[in-house]
């Protein structure tokens, strides 16, 4: 047992979120700071991350932020550390940032692809790389990775972002696999949410067919809702995969 005290439940935790100034990961700091997590959340967007803190702390919460661009691991890293420094650990890094950039191949958007990836997939990678040192001296400590439903079910127009999503799974379960026992591994997987990240699609007509397809989506509350379940569980149980869709959905990829 390590020397540092566990936490049960979420009150009191410490809890890093990257992607927090919009959709899921501004949903779930709200969330997650009302139940009386210590937060500290970082996004590109300065004035959306000020805004949060602020509603956060108004509210009674604790909250702090910085600008991080996850794809640059040494500001994944700044953020990661000004946690255990602040508050002398870290019990949960939520690898929320992500892009959906879709295309068809044929269009060679190869600098799309190349930044969904890094994003996806780099960003995840650089949250473990570093938490997972601190969380292996504290003898604690949960990953969150956010994937989503196409991560099991390619569609058109979407298959670099399906490979992303797809690599957090296989990233998550092989991380699961080599740290059991101390540390829990969560993977929460959405269907159609509604937020934002049809944005980054370049394609005006796709991101127009893109939009009404996902008018079914449920919000994202409910994703954060998901994401505390699986954080207030005893730390010997660990929450593997939640898949969290509307009930309107009638397609795996969906």
């Known amino acids: 047992m390590s020397s540092i005290e566990r936490i049960a439940g979420i009150k009191g935790k410490v809890v890093v979120i990257t992607g927090a100034s919009s959709g899921i990961g501004e949903a779930t700091a709200r969330l997650l700071g009302q139940q009386g997590a210590r937060l500290l959340l970082g996004a590109r967007r300065v004035d959306r991350l000020e805004a949060l803190v602020s509603t956060i702390r108004t509210q009674g919460g604790t909250a702090?932020?910085?600008?991080?661009?996850?794809?640059?691991?040494?500001?994944?890293?700044?953020?990661?550390?000004?946690?255990?420094?602040?508050?002398?650990?870290?019990d949960v890094i939520i690898n929320n940032?992500?892009?959906?950039?879709?295309?068809?191949?044929?269009?060679?958007?190869?600098?799309?692809?190349?930044?969904?990836i890094d994003v996806n997939i780099k960003g995840v990678l650089h949250g473990i790389a570093a938490g997972l040192p601190i969380m292996k001296e504290q003898q604690s400590g949960q990953f969150i990775n956010i994937s989503s439903i196409v991560g099991h079910a390619v569609f058109p127009m979407g298959t670099v972002y399906s490979a992303t999503k797809a690599a957090v799974l296989a990233i998550s379960e092989g991380l699961r696999q080599e740290v059991g026992r101390d540390i829990r591994v969560t993977v929460v997987t959405p269907g159609v949410v509604t937020s934002d990240?049809?944005?980054?699609?370049?394609?005006?007509?796709?991101?127009?067919?893109?939009?009404?397809?996902?008018?079914?989506?449920?919000?994202?509350?409910?994703?954060?809702?998901?994401?505390?379940?699986?954080?207030?569980?005893?730390?010997?149980?660990?929450?593997?995969?939640?898949?969290?869709?509307?009930?309107?959905?009638?397609?795996?990829?969906?």
């Open 197 to 254: 990240l049809t944005s980054t699609i370049s394609d005006a007509q796709l991101k127009q067919s893109v939009d009404e397809f996902r008018a079914v989506g449920i919000s994202a509350e409910a994703i954060a809702r998901a994401i505390l379940f699986a954080i207030e569980q005893p730390e010997d149980v660990d929450v593997s995969e939640i898949i969290v869709r509307p009930t309107a959905s009638t397609s795996s990829a969906v």
């Open 97 to 116: 940032a992500g892009i959906m950039p879709l295309s068809a191949l044929d269009q060679l958007k190869v600098d799309e692809w190349n930044r969904t």
């Open 64 to 90: 702090d932020y910085q600008t991080i661009d996850v794809t640059q691991r040494e500001q994944v890293e700044a953020l990661i550390g000004h946690a255990q420094q602040t508050y002398g650990r870290v």
